[in-house]
């Protein structure tokens, strides 16, 4: 069983607009995440409309802190920053200056201790938006939010969308894909094109690192479903 799928499984996808297009659909993603120790990466809409409790119309980490049941359920949320090849973490309750959320992106979520974060995020999707990850002497890696109705091609068995798929969707510019352990709290790569690496499954929920290939930008549009 996939470790990240089952501590961030989804529970409901619950359409709340009339899908006369499949472009802008709300929907509340739901999650369950176990108690472990360490981060889990979770997928966010691209369009959140958590309730704002900082600063005045900016969704930032505070109110994902808070919809995710801060601080009795979630000790910190962490955002990878590309420029420092660092995890910024944002204590849930802080004082400080929390960080801006920013379409696309994944969060790792820290659970307070012995703690199960049960909660759900509404929002909706941005059909036009489009990854853009420049090439870097850093990390060259992304933490991203696949969304939810994605029509990534499932290329070859067993069944279902994995790494391999979002490998050939993106094409040459990617070498890896990551997800997080958080029973173990170990980071597994699957490498593009690889013929000894298992393909793990993409989970709807989830959040996953992209690694470019070496001085390759990766721009990237997510194919979706789209009602006709």
Not at 33 to 54: A, C, M, R, T
Not at 73 to 85: K, P
């Amino acid at each position: 069983m996939n470790p990240v799928k089952s501590a961030t499984s989804v529970l409901l996808l619950m359409m709340l607009a009339a899908p006369a297009s499949a472009s802008n659909m709300g929907f509340r993603v739901s999650f369950r995440l176990q108690p472990s120790g360490f981060s889990n990466w979770i997928s966010v809409p691209y369009f959140y409309s958590p309730e704002d409790f900082g600063t005045p119309s900016v969704v930032d980490v505070e109110d994902l802190c808070r919809d995710l049941g801060s601080p009795s359920t979630v000790a910190s949320v962490m955002r990878w920053d590309e420029a420092s090849s660092t995890f910024v973490s944002w204590t849930c309750g802080d004082t400080g200056t929390p960080f801006t959320l920013v379409k696309g992106t994944a969060y790792g979520v820290v659970n307070a201790p012995g703690e199960i974060v049960e909660a759900s995020l509404l929002g909706a999707h941005d059909n036009v938006f489009a990854f853009d990850m420049p090439a870097t002497a850093g990390s060259n890696l992304s933490w991203i939010s696949i969304p939810y109705h994605h029509k990534i091609p499932d290329l070859a068995p067993p069944s279902g969308v994995d790494a391999a798929d979002v490998c050939a969707s993106i094409g040459s510019a990617a070498t890896a894909i990551i997800r997080r352990d958080a029973t173990t709290g170990m980071y597994i790569a699957y490498a593009c094109a690889s013929t000894l690496d298992t393909p793990f499954p993409i989970a709807i929920g989830t959040g996953y690192g992209v690694i470019n290939s070496p001085g390759q930008p990766i721009a990237w549009q997510v194919p979706i479903y789209k009602a006709n």
